[in-house]
């Protein structure tokens, strides 16, 4: 049917042009024609074409400008134009291409030379179009099954304090204790899955409010409590060089979910590579800037320094994904922090975070 197939807009002063340009297009395109640069300005708002073939050289509105017109309306920036010229020098190209331009076909035209440019641009546009949907759809997944998922996690979290009010032993409130944290745990999860994406993308909606960095770490320090009398380490924390006290807060902007994820992912990392019978020395700092670091006496794999902070690293261990150091780097970068990472056999590896005042 003619409605679905791809539609054309062909721009040329000279008729005859227009004439070879459509006999050779009208079998399998729908197609447009003007002959001045203001009335194929009007038919682009109103059609939304697939594809514009553009001639360069008009009287009054040449191509150039009318290919600047039509990237700077938010209707009409995403048509793909191939530009119709006898221009063939570097320069030309080049302010075809500044212009807004995908491709060129020369005058006079090569039969097999347009129906291949048109045939691969507009299947471009195609695939294009579609990896938008498909991205879409797959936001729009994400944030139901964040909100589905999180109505009976509120159960999980809940119910179990609620219970340890009863007459129970000091380990059912021990296990209780760990459901519930685990709930915590998917929650944050969900919370972050969407958010990671749209740091990739560019579009985090990144909000700071003041947020206590040493409770964030007293609070995963009690997560992992057992792991850590498990390796026998010992962990150090502090403030400007001095020890913290129960008084002690750590006080900088950023999102609290943003921190919890982005600390308990480095703490777990850090622990899992220190030995036995060694401190984690976690060191907190607002001189010139807010500054985070974590220490440990395990080393990096020498293989994986150089790319330690890329997607799909890994060092092999059994459940790693490789994104965990990845996200780390997303997360500080959204927040307007550094990230940076030294590691030796001799010295260990020191994971250092920078925040701007």
Same mark, same amino acid.
């Given at each position: 049917?003619?409605?679905?197939?791809?539609?054309?807009?062909?721009?040329?002063?000279?008729?005859?042009? %227009?004439?070879?340009?459509?006999?050779?297009?009208?079998?399998?395109?729908?197609?447009?024609?003007?002959?001045? @640069?203001?009335?194929?300005?009007?038919?682009?708002?109103? *059609?939304? $074409?697939?594809?514009?073939?553009?001639?360069?050289?008009?009287?009054?509105?040449?191509?150039?400008?009318? !290919?600047?017109?039509?990237?700077?309306?938010?209707?009409?920036?995403?048509?793909?134009?191939?530009?119709?010229?006898?221009?063939?020098?570097?320069?030309?190209?080049?302010?075809?291409?500044?212009?807004?331009?995908?491709?060129?076909?020369?005058?006079?035209? =090569?039969?097999?030379?347009?129906?291949?440019?048109?045939?691969?641009?507009?299947?471009?546009?195609?695939?294009?179009?579609?990896?938008?949907?498909?991205?879409?759809?797959?936001?729009?997944?994400?944030?139901?099954?964040?909100?589905?998922?999180?109505?009976?996690?509120?159960?999980?979290?809940?119910? $179990?304090?609620?219970?340890?009010?009863?007459?129970?032993?000091?380990? *059912?409130?021990?296990?209780?204790?760990?459901?519930?944290?685990?709930?915590?745990?998917?929650?944050?999860?969900?919370?972050?899955? %969407?958010?990671?994406?749209?740091?990739?993308? @560019?579009?985090?909606?990144?909000?700071?409010?003041?947020?206590?960095?040493? *409770?964030?770490?007293?609070?995963?320090?009690?997560?992992?409590?057992?792991?850590?009398?498990?390796?026998?380490?010992?962990?150090?924390?502090?403030?400007? @060089?001095?020890?913290?006290?129960?008084? =002690? !807060?750590?006080?900088?902007?950023?999102?609290?979910?943003?921190?919890?994820?982005?600390?308990?992912?480095?703490?777990?990392?850090?622990?899992?590579?220190?030995?036995?019978?060694?401190?984690?020395?976690?060191?907190?700092?607002?001189?010139?800037?807010?500054?985070? =670091?974590?220490?440990?006496? @395990?080393?990096?794999?020498?293989?994986?320094?150089?790319?330690?902070?890329?997607?799909?690293?890994?060092?092999?261990?059994?459940?790693?994904?490789?994104?965990?150091?990845?996200?780390?780097?997303?997360?500080?970068?959204?927040?307007?922090? =550094?990230?940076?990472?030294?590691?030796?056999?001799?010295?260990?590896?020191?994971?250092? %975070?920078?925040?701007?005042?």
């Amino acid at each position: 049917m003619n409605s679905e197939k791809q539609k054309i807009l062909i721009v040329d002063d000279t008729p005859e042009n %227009l004439d070879i340009l459509q006999g050779l297009l009208q079998n399998e395109y729908k197609l447009f024609a003007a002959t001045a @640069g203001k009335i194929a300005l009007q038919i682009a708002k109103k *059609q939304i $074409p697939d594809l514009i073939l553009l001639d360069i050289m008009m009287p009054g509105m040449d191509g150039y400008e009318v !290919c600047r017109r039509l990237k700077a309306d938010e209707s009409t920036k995403v048509i793909p134009i191939i530009f119709i010229t006898a221009k063939v020098k570097t320069d030309d190209e080049i302010k075809g291409f500044e212009a807004g331009g995908v491709d060129y076909i020369t005058k006079p035209f =090569s039969p097999p030379a347009v129906l291949a440019r048109v045939k691969a641009h507009l299947a471009l546009k195609r695939e294009k179009s579609l990896l938008i949907k498909i991205m879409q759809l797959k936001e729009d997944v994400e944030r139901i099954t964040r909100h589905d998922l999180k109505n009976p996690l509120t159960v999980v979290i809940n119910y $179990p304090k609620i219970i340890a009010k009863d007459n129970l032993t000091e380990k *059912q409130i021990e296990q209780l204790e760990k459901i519930s944290t685990a709930g915590i745990k998917l929650l944050h999860m969900i919370d972050l899955s %969407l958010g990671l994406y749209k740091m990739e993308q @560019g579009t985090y909606p990144f909000k700071p409010e003041p947020v206590d960095i040493l *409770q964030i770490i007293n609070d995963i320090l009690h997560e992992k409590r057992h792991y850590i009398q498990s390796k026998h380490a010992t962990i150090s924390i502090t403030i400007n @060089g001095k020890p913290v006290s129960d008084e =002690s !807060c750590f006080i900088i902007p950023g999102e609290e979910l943003l921190y919890y994820s982005l600390l308990a992912n480095l703490f777990k990392n850090a622990l899992e590579a220190t030995p036995k019978y060694q401190t984690i020395k976690i060191t907190l700092a607002d001189a010139d800037d807010y500054s985070i =670091s974590i220490h440990n006496h @395990g080393a990096v794999p020498d293989g994986m320094r150089e790319t330690f902070f890329e997607k799909y690293t890994t060092s092999g261990k059994q459940g790693g994904t490789g994104l965990g150091t990845y996200s780390a780097k997303l997360i500080t970068e959204t927040q307007g922090g =550094s990230i940076t990472m030294e590691s030796s056999e001799e010295t260990g590896t020191l994971i250092q %975070l920078s925040f701007p005042k």
